[in-house]
């Protein structure tokens, strides 16, 4: 039996019992009510009586109705206590209740929304499936028709090199309270041990001005346009580029969004590696396809493992969707904290798919 079941029957128990301490109490006011009648009739007859030991008898049975009476009375009372604590008892377990009901509600929904995501990737897989069927029938189609050509002497002209994914790294720590450089090594780090590393190229501007993105924007032509640092209330913070004192600037969405855009090759992802950069980033979709965010607060650690196995997946081929998978894996077996893992989300055009989306392919392919 669950708990609301249980909660439940403990509830009708009180209720049945209550009705039960009210009949009681009734049956005793009205035991008190008869037993002081017959006392004021008793006690009526003994100032009529003409002898005394005739008065004495009324007087005596007067007396033990009011005895009767009071003790009825005490009984009543009683059995009101029993009432009240009866009500108190309904109103804990009422309030245990709707608590148990409401657990089993949101343990209901997490079922069900696992169920779909657990169908989604059923649905995934048997998609891939069918197009690694496709490519398979179209490459011994393709091996069936040289085979039936003839001989043909042809000139190697060798392929050109593959393009590396180009990252513009910016890191902004005006208040020198984040471990942002310790994100970059990290990052680096995780490259090095990758499948592709040589297919990446990571430039860093640690203390990033403003400037500094739409310079990177223009020299490095980045695919990817990763932040890291303090944001929230839909803005991030920049650097604000003085020699001599430490300064910021907040550059909100709305201009964020007009930097990114203002470029012939826009970046296929823009990665917000900060506190509550989620809310209000579909604003920066006209511009980039793909936007990966915070949806709360986020703790350095958790930051810096996001990053270094989000960069180590994207690296190995993995589509941007699986590297985001890994990352949130990583931050839930580092840190034992489911919340943390669902921090990092992302929201994309109608016409982009993060599962569909490899950055990086094995140029042998």
């Known amino acids: ?17 209550e009705a039960s301490l009210r009949s009681e109490m009734q049956r005793h006011e009205s035991d008190a009510a008869k037993a002081g009648e017959s006392a004021r009739r008793q006690e ?48 804990n377990k009422r309030r245990s209740l709707e608590a148990s009901e409401k657990s ?47 001989t043909v002497h042809y000139v190697h002209v060798p392929q050109p090199e593959p393009e590396k994914l180009r990252v513009l790294y910016l890191t902004a720590n005006p208040g020198m309270d984040l471990r942002t450089d310790m994100e970059v090594r990290q990052v680096q780090q995780a490259l090095r041990g990758a499948k592709f590393r040589d297919l990446v190229s990571v430039e860093q501007r640690p203390a990033a001005t403003f400037q500094d993105l739409l310079d990177g924007l223009n020299d490095i032509r980045p695919h990817i346009v990763h932040f890291s640092g303090h944001a929230g209330d839909q803005a991030v913070l920049f650097d604000g580029g003085a020699i001599d004192a430490q300064s910021e600037r907040l550059v909100g969405f709305d201009l964020l969004v007009k930097a990114l855009d203002a470029t012939d090759e826009p970046p296929r992802l ?81 016409d982009t798919d993060i599962d569909q989306l490899i950055l990086v392919r094995d140029p042998r392919a």
């Open 1 to 17: 039996m669950s708990m609301t079941d249980s909660y439940r029957r403990d509830l009708a128990r009180l209720i049945d019992k």
């Open 44 to 91: 009526a007859s003994a100032i009529r009586a003409s002898s005394v030991s005739s008065r004495n008898s009324y007087m005596n049975a007067a007396e033990r109705d009011r005895k009767k009476a009071l003790e009825a009375s005490k009984k009543a009372a009683d059995v009101s206590k029993k009432l009240g604590d009866n009500a108190r008892d309904q109103a």
């Open 104 to 150: 089993d509600r949101q343990a209901a929904d997490r079922e069900t929304a696992r169920r779909q995501q657990k169908e989604k990737a059923d649905r995934q897989i048997a998609d891939r499936d069918a197009e690694r069927r496709r490519q398979k029938e179209k490459e011994h189609a393709r091996e069936l028709a040289r085979l039936s050509r003839p």
């Open 270 to 350: 823009l990665v917000l590696n900060a506190c509550d950069t989620l809310e209000g980033a579909s604003a920066i979709l006209p511009a980039v396809p793909v936007v990966i965010a915070m949806s709360d607060a986020v703790l350095d650690i958790a930051a810096i493992l996001f990053a270094q196995q989000f960069y180590a997946a994207v690296a190995s081929g993995q589509s941007v969707g699986s590297a985001m998978k890994q990352a949130r894996v990583q931050i839930e077996a580092a840190l034992v904290d489911d919340e943390a893992s669902e921090l990092p989300q992302h929201i994309s055009r109608d």
